[in-house]
């Protein structure tokens, strides 16, 4: 069990949480929640030892195995499933004595010895379905997206978001009691976070999860620590239990607040009336009494939600844009996408998928006008204005700008 008393932690100086005491029990699945910059983060470095708190205790059994995903990989050059298989600590520490027990096998006057060590170590590599980690491994990197051929290429060949992939699969591949992820769905697809979610139901282990993924959190979790005013709240359920909860508790909060608010509203009224008139002296002062005995029950701080607003345009027309027998692409490499044939029309709400590398954002950077086709027509309507988000926005800024002007 984890442990919480009275827990309180900084990061550069600045308090993130105070006061926290709970408990997280074994094979919870803890969905941890709460605005950027609110402590997530630094309580999965706390857990780590990576961060120290300020006061209060943070306790978990000294016998865990704790798995977490790395936050940068070198260019290793490394086979990735080999770095995948790295994960299991224990399946690589009996590797490496099997090796050596082994030479020593060779030496008649260490045989015997030898030949016990072997046997040992077999029968536990038997314990922890070791014959099988290959194929344990492998499944965690087909499930990301990986294929068979991806497994001996080397890790320095990989980009950086496939490097990730990586990390996550060594982190599922080692048998851990604690996993600890840090929005893992960051990069990966459809796919991948649905098989990642069947994955995190059978895990057996104890869970907590950083995520602003609502149905992730919803379809994972059993409980959920909630972040908020440097306090850390425990709600049993899922995320959407635990906006239920949350809500209800704005509510009476704000009820209880507002029935305090007019009590001192009538005590101070009276007051007022009657306390220069000596009849009502003594009543008017045990009514400051009170007032000032009153505490003060703060309203919930309610979130200020994000709005978008979003001016008509001007006359358009209809379609918006045609793409006509379109092949795209980049010079001097194969095709992405071919043949491609459809129109744009208003109030549509497309959402595009597929894999990665599938050619979503070159689509996307075809529509937007970035690229234009390597055979075929892309054709706008008139007084078409193009809204554009891109996958990698920094380059779309103009860095000699304000961000008010831009």
């Known amino acids: ?140 990197m087909h499930g990301l997206g990986f294929t068979d051929e991806d497994f001996a290429r080397p890790v320095a060949e990989f980009s950086g978001g496939w490097r990730v992939r990586l990390n996550l699969a060594r982190a599922l591949m080692c048998r851990s009691d604690l996993l600890l992820l840090d929005e893992p769905t960051n990069h990966l697809d459809l796919d991948a976070i649905l098989w990642l979610e069947t994955w995190l139901k059978s895990y057996q282990g104890t869970l907590i999860l950083i995520s602003h993924d609502r149905d992730f959190l919803d379809g994972v979790c059993s409980h959920i620590v909630h972040v908020e005013n440097q306090r850390m709240q425990l709600f049993t359920g899922n995320y959407s239990a635990c906006e239920r909860a949350r809500a209800e508790r704005l509510a009476n909060d704000m009820a209880l607040a507002e029935k305090q608010r007019r009590q001192a509203a009538h005590l101070q009224n009276y007051i007022d009336r ?34 978008f607003s979003f001016p008509e345009p001007s006359a358009f027309s209809d379609p918006l844009m045609v793409i006509d027998r379109v092949k795209i692409g980049y010079k001097n490499t194969a095709p992405i996408l071919e043949n491609l044939n459809f129109s744009l029309r208003p109030d549509s709400r497309i959402g595009l998928l597929g894999r990665n590398g599938a050619g979503k954002s070159t689509l996307m950077k075809l529509l937007a006008g970035d690229i234009q086709p390597l055979e075929g027509t892309r054709e706008e309507g008139r007084n078409l204005k193009l809204g554009y988000f891109a996958q990698h926005q920094l380059e779309q800024l103009r860095p000699t700008e304000s961000p008010l002007w831009h």
């Not at 600045?14 to 803890?30: M, N, R, T, Y």
């Not at 536990?124 to 014959?131: F, P, Q």
């Not at 029950?297 to 939600?305: E, G, L, N, R, S």
């Open 1 to 140: 069990m984890i442990l919480l008393r009275n827990l309180g932690f900084s990061r550069n100086g600045d308090p993130l949480v105070e006061g926290a005491s709970l408990q997280i029990h074994p094979g919870w699945k803890i969905g941890l929640t709460g605005a950027n910059g609110c402590g997530k983060s630094s309580f999965l470095a706390l857990l780590r030892g990576e961060l120290h708190a300020d006061r209060g205790d943070l306790e978990r059994p000294q016998s865990w195995v704790l798995a977490h995903v790395a936050q940068d990989t070198p260019a290793l050059p490394d086979a990735a499933l080999e770095f995948v298989l790295d994960g299991d600590i224990e399946l690589r520490q009996i590797e490496r004595e099997l090796t050596i027990a082994e030479q020593h096998y060779e030496d008649e006057g260490e045989a015997h010895a030898a030949g016990e060590k072997i046997g040992l170590l077999h029968s536990r590599l038997s314990e922890i379905d070791g014959y099988a980690a290959r194929a344990r491994a492998a499944a965690l």
């Open 274 to 307: 009657f306390r220069a008139k000596a009849s009502k002296a003594r009543q008017a002062q045990s009514r400051i009494k009170m007032l000032e005995k009153m505490g003060s029950i703060v309203a919930a701080h309610i979130d200020t939600p994000f709005s």
